[in-house]
């Protein structure tokens, strides 16, 4: 007898109101991904035999990284939906004919042994089986906002997962009815006419949908750590651009996000904004995630005029991967014109919106070189940024 473990991971998370642009089952928990967490479950289950995971093609590298080390099946390439993404799971599980099947959602990390044990047990008697909580608030039927009555709550239940089944059955009405839509997998089973049976399942094993679940995960995990740490790293920025002849686009150059008049264009590839580009370069050097040229080359095409809004929100990204945060930043920006002072206020404020931090953690100065070499001549600008982080480690 073999049990599976299928863990549908393909989504894209469009649900999820974030500003950083990574899927939300490579985001950390702790120290470990929501991905890694999930699958950990299941693998170190005595129960479960083996674990399939289904993954974007996009992110084949950041899977391979978020679980190197575990021994488990390679991974399967998800369809346009779930529901494609878990037949094509089922199918390639056909070579392995495994008895059992458990279909889990990776953005339920924190499904525990007893909730799979309580499924795997069942499917001995049972040929559909679907883990859920009782609802416990009180539920209106309403209509254009105006409450049309109370609905009776104690025959409702709200699904989770992993939701078990035969895998002979489950493979086949998937295949038989792959251009329906259904929500879940116990919706194909009653569709099919199989009996679901429940399980008592666990709040706390709850979706990450919004960033209100992504919160209330990262409490999760630190209330269940007795090791949470913090470690402070700098990161040192440096860019420099040249002024062209060529006049400037409205008369005006781009610093920290902010449109600051000046009569000479910035040579540059992207957008010349480069106090933004050094504020990244420090970011990145705290990180120890290599330079701005190595996120955003000047060969790629893509970052042609490309506005330094876009390099923030990969940056702002990175930071949520590694669970760190901006303590301050500081800026010298030399250059004998534009004039900076009248301007700092602004830059301080395009860079902390931007970042999505207080003002108060941005310093921005001006400098000049007295006239000496290219900046103090005038053909141009050089940027200096130091930043501190704070990073979170809990095991």
Not at 69 to 97: K, M, Y
Not at 102 to 122: G, M
Not at 252 to 277: M, N, Q, R, W, Y
């Amino acid at each position: 007898m073999s049990v599976i473990a299928l863990i549908v991971a393909a989504g894209r998370g469009s649900r999820m109101v974030a500003d950083y642009d990574i899927p939300k089952q490579y985001l950390p928990l702790g120290n470990k991904t929501v991905l890694r967490r999930s699958v950990e479950a299941f693998v170190n289950h005595p129960e479960i035999d083996n674990v399939l995971v289904v993954i974007h093609p996009s992110d084949e590298d950041l899977y391979k990284e978020s679980v190197a080390g575990l021994d488990i099946l390679p991974p399967v390439l998800g369809g346009a939906t779930r529901q494609e993404s878990v037949r094509r799971g089922l199918e390639f599980l056909a070579q392995i004919s495994p008895q059992k099947i458990l279909i889990h959602d990776v953005a339920r990390p924190f499904v525990d042994k007893k909730t799979i044990s309580a499924v795997v047990n069942e499917l001995d008697y049972s040929r559909a089986v679907l883990p859920a909580v009782l609802i416990e608030d009180t539920i209106k039927k309403c209509d254009n906002a105006k409450v049309l009555w109370t609905v009776d709550r104690s025959e409702l239940w709200r699904a989770q997962t992993p939701q078990g089944f035969i895998y002979s059955e489950i493979l086949a009405n998937h295949q038989m009815y792959k251009h329906m839509s259904f929500t879940d997998d116990c919706a194909i089973a009653e569709h099919a006419n199989i009996p679901v049976t429940i399980v008592v399942g666990s709040q706390n094993n709850f979706k990450i949908t919004t960033d209100s679940d992504y919160d209330r995960a990262e409490q999760l995990i630190a209330s269940m750590s007795n090791n949470v740490s913090l470690d402070y790293r700098v990161g040192i920025g440096y860019d420099i651009h040249r002024f062209t002849n060529e006049r400037s686009a409205n008369g005006s150059i781009t610093l920290g996000c902010v449109v600051v008049p000046h009569e000479f264009k910035i040579d540059a590839h992207s957008d010349g904004d480069c106090v933004s580009h050094a504020v990244i370069d420090s970011i990145l050097g705290a990180l120890n995630k290599g330079d701005i040229g190595t996120h955003f080359p000047n060969t790629d095409e893509k970052y042609k005029n490309a506005s330094s809004i876009v390099f923030f929100e990969k940056i702002k990204a990175l930071l949520k991967m590694s669970s760190a945060k901006i303590k301050n930043i500081d800026i010298n920006i030399i250059t004998e014109k534009p004039k900076i002072s009248p301007y700092r206020d602004l830059i301080s404020a395009g860079i902390a919106e931007n970042l999505e931090i207080d003002k108060s953690l941005v310093c921005v100065k001006g400098k000049t070189k007295e006239g000496l070499d290219s900046v103090g001549s005038g053909n141009a600008i050089e940027v200096q940024a130091v930043c501190m982080l704070e990073v979170k480690s809990i095991a």
